[in-house]
Protein backbone atom coordinates (compact mmCIF):
# COMPACT_ATOMS: atom_id res chain seq x y z
CA UNK A 1 0.00 0.00 0.00
CA UNK A 2 1.39 3.28 -0.99
CA UNK A 3 2.13 5.86 1.67
CA UNK A 4 1.09 9.04 1.75
CA UNK A 5 2.65 11.21 -0.54
CA UNK A 6 3.54 14.84 -0.47
CA UNK A 7 5.76 17.60 -2.81
CA UNK A 8 7.91 19.61 -3.04
CA UNK A 9 10.01 18.11 -0.14
CA UNK A 10 11.67 21.22 0.17
CA UNK A 11 10.60 25.17 -0.56
CA UNK A 12 12.68 28.53 -0.53
CA UNK A 13 10.49 31.40 -0.91
CA UNK A 14 10.97 35.13 0.03
CA UNK A 15 8.44 36.95 2.78
CA UNK A 16 5.24 38.22 1.19
CA UNK A 17 5.18 35.04 -1.71
CA UNK A 18 3.09 32.69 -2.14
CA UNK A 19 3.96 28.71 -2.00
CA UNK A 20 1.81 25.69 -2.13
CA UNK A 21 1.80 22.60 -1.32
CA UNK A 22 0.32 18.94 -2.76
CA UNK A 23 -0.86 16.20 -0.57
CA UNK A 24 -2.10 12.91 -1.75
CA UNK A 25 -3.26 10.54 1.02
CA UNK A 26 -3.55 6.92 1.35
CA UNK A 27 -6.01 5.40 -0.79
CA UNK A 28 -9.54 4.91 0.49
CA UNK A 29 -9.01 7.25 3.19
CA UNK A 30 -11.54 9.80 3.87
CA UNK A 31 -10.05 11.71 6.47
CA UNK A 32 -6.96 14.35 5.81
CA UNK A 33 -5.35 16.32 7.48
CA UNK A 34 -2.75 19.05 7.74
CA UNK A 35 -0.14 19.63 10.44
CA UNK A 36 2.31 22.51 11.02
CA UNK A 37 5.68 21.78 12.84
CA UNK A 38 7.61 24.70 13.86
CA UNK A 39 11.29 23.50 15.26
CA UNK A 40 11.40 22.27 18.19
CA UNK A 41 8.07 21.74 18.69
CA UNK A 42 5.00 19.39 17.94
CA UNK A 43 2.84 19.18 14.84
CA UNK A 44 -0.02 21.92 15.49
CA UNK A 45 -3.41 21.14 13.17
CA UNK A 46 -4.27 23.58 10.54
CA UNK A 47 -7.08 21.72 8.84
CA UNK A 48 -9.08 18.51 8.98
CA UNK A 49 -11.16 17.84 5.80
CA UNK A 50 -13.90 14.29 5.74
CA UNK A 51 -14.01 13.62 1.83
CA UNK A 52 -14.35 17.16 0.20
CA UNK A 53 -15.73 19.01 3.64
CA UNK A 54 -13.95 20.69 5.97
CA UNK A 55 -14.36 19.56 9.34
CA UNK A 56 -11.91 21.45 11.40
CA UNK A 57 -10.38 25.30 10.09
CA UNK A 58 -10.57 26.68 13.64
CA UNK A 59 -6.77 27.17 13.60
CA UNK A 60 -6.26 27.88 10.21
CA UNK A 61 -4.88 31.52 9.79
CA UNK A 62 -7.80 32.54 7.16
CA UNK A 63 -6.12 35.66 6.31
CA UNK A 64 -3.08 33.85 4.25
CA UNK A 65 -3.62 30.30 4.24
CA UNK A 66 -6.29 28.34 2.35
CA UNK A 67 -6.83 24.55 1.86
CA UNK A 68 -9.17 22.53 -0.59
CA UNK A 69 -9.63 18.93 -1.24
CA UNK A 70 -11.05 19.12 -4.22
CA UNK A 71 -12.66 15.68 -5.27
CA UNK A 72 -12.21 14.25 -1.84
CA UNK A 73 -8.57 12.93 -2.80
CA UNK A 74 -5.79 15.07 -2.98
CA UNK A 75 -5.51 18.35 -1.04
CA UNK A 76 -3.41 21.82 -1.63
CA UNK A 77 -2.21 24.06 1.07
CA UNK A 78 -1.59 27.44 -0.19
CA UNK A 79 -0.18 30.39 1.93
CA UNK A 80 -0.36 33.94 0.36
CA UNK A 81 1.48 35.97 1.43
CA UNK A 82 4.62 34.21 3.58
CA UNK A 83 5.42 35.62 6.78
CA UNK A 84 8.81 34.42 8.34
CA UNK A 85 7.22 32.44 10.86
CA UNK A 86 5.72 30.49 8.77
CA UNK A 87 8.53 28.52 8.14
CA UNK A 88 8.28 25.17 9.22
CA UNK A 89 7.48 21.65 8.43
CA UNK A 90 3.88 20.95 6.70
CA UNK A 91 2.85 17.75 7.22
CA UNK A 92 0.03 15.83 5.58
CA UNK A 93 -2.21 12.91 7.17
CA UNK A 94 -4.79 10.36 6.46
CA UNK A 95 -6.70 8.30 8.25
CA UNK A 96 -9.75 5.24 7.19
CA UNK A 97 -10.07 2.44 5.48
CA UNK A 98 -9.08 -0.83 6.87
CA UNK A 99 -6.71 0.62 9.30
CA UNK A 100 -10.04 2.37 11.16
CA UNK A 101 -10.36 5.95 12.04
CA UNK A 102 -8.02 6.45 14.62
CA UNK A 103 -4.79 5.76 13.19
CA UNK A 104 -3.20 8.73 11.51
CA UNK A 105 -0.87 8.39 9.00
CA UNK A 106 1.84 11.03 7.54
CA UNK A 107 3.71 12.14 4.82
CA UNK A 108 7.22 12.96 4.44
CA UNK A 109 6.74 16.78 5.07
CA UNK A 110 7.26 19.84 2.70
CA UNK A 111 10.07 22.03 4.76
CA UNK A 112 9.45 25.70 3.87
CA UNK A 113 11.79 28.29 5.07
CA UNK A 114 10.74 32.04 4.32
CA UNK A 115 14.01 34.45 4.12
CA UNK B 1 -9.86 21.28 24.88
CA UNK B 2 -6.69 18.62 25.55
CA UNK B 3 -3.41 19.51 26.28
CA UNK B 4 -0.26 17.40 26.24
CA UNK B 5 3.20 17.85 28.30
CA UNK B 6 6.42 16.53 27.60
CA UNK B 7 8.51 16.97 29.90
CA UNK B 8 11.64 15.97 28.94
CA UNK B 9 12.92 17.74 25.84
CA UNK B 10 16.31 15.63 25.92
CA UNK B 11 16.76 12.02 27.04
CA UNK B 12 20.55 10.49 27.12
CA UNK B 13 20.97 7.43 27.56
CA UNK B 14 23.68 4.16 27.16
CA UNK B 15 22.91 1.77 24.67
CA UNK B 16 21.39 -1.21 26.31
CA UNK B 17 20.15 0.67 29.72
CA UNK B 18 16.75 1.52 30.14
CA UNK B 19 15.01 4.32 29.44
CA UNK B 20 11.24 6.38 30.46
CA UNK B 21 10.05 9.51 28.47
CA UNK B 22 7.38 11.33 30.40
CA UNK B 23 3.77 12.13 29.03
CA UNK B 24 1.15 13.98 31.02
CA UNK B 25 -2.25 15.32 29.47
CA UNK B 26 -5.02 17.69 30.27
CA UNK B 27 -8.81 17.12 28.58
CA UNK B 28 -12.24 17.81 29.80
CA UNK B 29 -13.40 15.09 27.19
CA UNK B 30 -12.20 11.32 26.93
CA UNK B 31 -9.38 10.72 24.62
CA UNK B 32 -7.39 8.03 22.69
CA UNK B 33 -3.41 8.18 23.55
CA UNK B 34 -0.49 7.66 20.89
CA UNK B 35 3.28 7.37 21.03
CA UNK B 36 4.72 8.50 17.20
CA UNK B 37 8.55 8.23 16.93
CA UNK B 38 10.11 10.44 13.88
CA UNK B 39 13.47 9.44 12.81
CA UNK B 40 16.18 11.84 11.18
CA UNK B 41 14.67 13.37 7.81
CA UNK B 42 11.98 11.06 7.56
CA UNK B 43 8.07 11.42 8.58
CA UNK B 44 5.97 10.74 11.35
CA UNK B 45 5.44 6.82 12.65
CA UNK B 46 2.69 5.48 15.00
CA UNK B 47 5.00 3.30 17.88
CA UNK B 48 1.81 2.62 20.01
CA UNK B 49 -2.02 3.76 20.77
CA UNK B 50 -4.43 3.33 24.26
CA UNK B 51 -7.62 2.83 22.65
CA UNK B 52 -9.51 0.57 24.84
CA UNK B 53 -8.72 -2.62 26.96
CA UNK B 54 -5.61 -3.35 28.95
CA UNK B 55 -3.38 -0.09 30.11
CA UNK B 56 -0.67 -1.48 29.19
CA UNK B 57 0.54 -1.57 25.32
CA UNK B 58 3.44 -2.85 23.37
CA UNK B 59 4.82 -1.80 20.34
CA UNK B 60 6.49 -4.70 18.13
CA UNK B 61 10.07 -3.13 18.31
CA UNK B 62 9.92 -3.29 22.57
CA UNK B 63 8.46 -0.21 23.82
CA UNK B 64 5.34 -0.10 26.02
CA UNK B 65 2.87 2.35 27.48
CA UNK B 66 1.17 2.30 30.17
CA UNK B 67 -2.30 4.45 30.44
CA UNK B 68 -3.28 6.07 34.23
CA UNK B 69 -5.48 7.70 34.31
CA UNK B 70 -5.76 9.16 37.68
CA UNK B 71 -2.00 10.30 36.87
CA UNK B 72 -3.48 11.40 33.35
CA UNK B 73 -0.08 9.97 32.16
CA UNK B 74 0.69 7.61 28.99
CA UNK B 75 4.31 7.05 29.73
CA UNK B 76 6.62 5.36 27.01
CA UNK B 77 9.17 2.76 28.35
CA UNK B 78 11.69 0.68 27.13
CA UNK B 79 13.86 -2.09 29.45
CA UNK B 80 17.35 -1.88 26.81
CA UNK B 81 17.53 0.55 24.24
CA UNK B 82 19.31 0.13 20.59
CA UNK B 83 20.90 2.79 18.84
CA UNK B 84 18.55 2.67 16.36
CA UNK B 85 16.02 3.91 18.81
CA UNK B 86 17.92 7.79 18.64
CA UNK B 87 14.80 9.75 17.28
CA UNK B 88 12.52 12.20 17.89
CA UNK B 89 9.39 10.78 20.65
CA UNK B 90 5.92 12.55 20.26
CA UNK B 91 3.07 11.63 22.44
CA UNK B 92 -0.11 12.92 21.50
CA UNK B 93 -4.21 12.38 22.26
CA UNK B 94 -7.33 12.72 20.34
CA UNK B 95 -10.76 13.43 21.03
CA UNK B 96 -12.81 9.83 21.45
CA UNK B 97 -15.76 11.31 19.74
CA UNK B 98 -15.88 14.41 17.51
CA UNK B 99 -13.45 15.63 15.88
CA UNK B 100 -10.33 13.34 15.88
CA UNK B 101 -7.35 15.68 15.05
CA UNK B 102 -4.29 14.80 17.13
CA UNK B 103 -2.99 17.10 19.82
CA UNK B 104 0.74 16.57 20.58
CA UNK B 105 3.28 17.41 22.97
CA UNK B 106 6.46 18.90 21.95
CA UNK B 107 8.69 15.91 21.78
CA UNK B 108 11.84 13.86 23.51
CA UNK B 109 14.45 13.58 21.76
CA UNK B 110 15.97 10.46 22.62
CA UNK B 111 19.89 10.33 21.94
CA UNK B 112 21.33 6.48 22.68
CA UNK B 113 25.30 6.41 23.25
CA UNK B 114 27.12 3.45 22.38
Known amino acids: EAGVAQSPRYKIIEKRQSVAFWCNPI?????LYWYQQILGQGPKLLIQ????????DSQLPKDRFSAERLKGVDSTLKIQPAKLEDSAVYLC?????????????FGPGTRLTVT | AQSVTQLDSQVPVFEEAPVELRCNYS??????LFWYVQYPNQGLQLLLK??????LVESINGFEAEFNKSQTSFHLRKPSVHISDTAEYFC????????????FGSGTRLQVQP
Open chain 1, 93 to 105: ASSGGLAGIYEQY
Open chain 1, 27 to 31: SGHAT
Open chain 1, 49 to 56: FQNNGVVD
Open chain 2, 27 to 32: SSVSVY
Open chain 2, 50 to 55: YLSGST
Open chain 2, 92 to 103: AVSERTGRRALT
